[in-house]
């Protein structure tokens, strides 16, 4: 996993499915630091989380409680806005459920959060996460209504990424808001063994430029 995360070369990363039960800070830590990067969001609620690169000044975090839906598993948004030469981003990762009227209602949540604090810090959105739906479905339309996605703005290869093995699928994606310029956004250059190795979903990196 640290091969692929380093390969990717991000100032900014979310996580979803990152460790929650035994030393879940000390094991988030750990990953972050052998990549170079630093956590930068508190909480382990709904296993996501945002880390930071050096060149990422973290000038607020916030995890938050999605809402529960009675037998589902806890879902949760991780927010971290940062700094990076000059340009703010509020940046969320976040991991949607299996049922649909939950992925609908909390993609919504999300993005009600996500501007909240982008307002707050003036601040740029970009939400990245496992959509659990493909872009015809309803959350996705929802979230692509809302913010752009970025693959669909500036594609680079196919985008599927799930199985990590054989995929098939586009099941994950960035969102950012217009105002963002995406230059790209698919996979990364990494062998498919470690790619593969790495999780059963495959990585997206988005290039934005923001402001002037």
């Known amino acids: 996993m640290t091969r692929v995360i380093t390969a990717m070369r991000a100032d900014v990363l979310c996580v979803q499915e990152a460790p929650r039960l035994v030393r879940w800070r000390a094991r988030r830590g750990a990953l972050a630091a052998a990549a170079g990067l630093r956590v930068a969001t508190p909480g382990r609620i709904g296993g996501v989380a945002v880390l930071a690169g050096p060149r990422a000044a973290v000038l607020h975090a916030e ?11 806890r879902r949760a948004l991780a927010l971290a806005v940062v700094e990076i030469e000059g340009a703010r981003l509020a940046v969320g990762s976040l991991h949607l459920d299996l049922n649909g009227p939950a992925r609908v209602h909390h993609a919504a949540e999300a993005v009600a959060l996500m501007e909240r604090a982008a307002t707050r810090f003036g601040a740029t959105i970009v939400l990245g996460g496992d959509i659990n739906e493909q872009a015809h479905q309803p ?15 500036a594609p680079k290869g196919d985008g599927l990424t799930f199985t990590a093995a054989r995929p098939s699928v586009r099941i994950d994606g ?7 310029r995406v230059v790209s956004c ?4 990494a062998p498919i ?20």
């Open 63 to 73: 995890s938050h409680a999605l809402r529960s839906f009675l037998g589902l598993e």
């Open 139 to 153: 959350a996705w339309r929802y979230l692509a209504g809302r913010l752009a996605d970025c693959h669909a703005v």
């Open 174 to 180: 960035v969102f950012a808001a217009r105002e963002a």
């Open 186 to 189: 698919g996979g990364v250059d």
């Open 193 to 212: 063994a470690d790619l593969a190795g790495a999780s059963d979903h495959l990585p997206v990196v988005a290039e934005l430029r923001v402001g002037h």
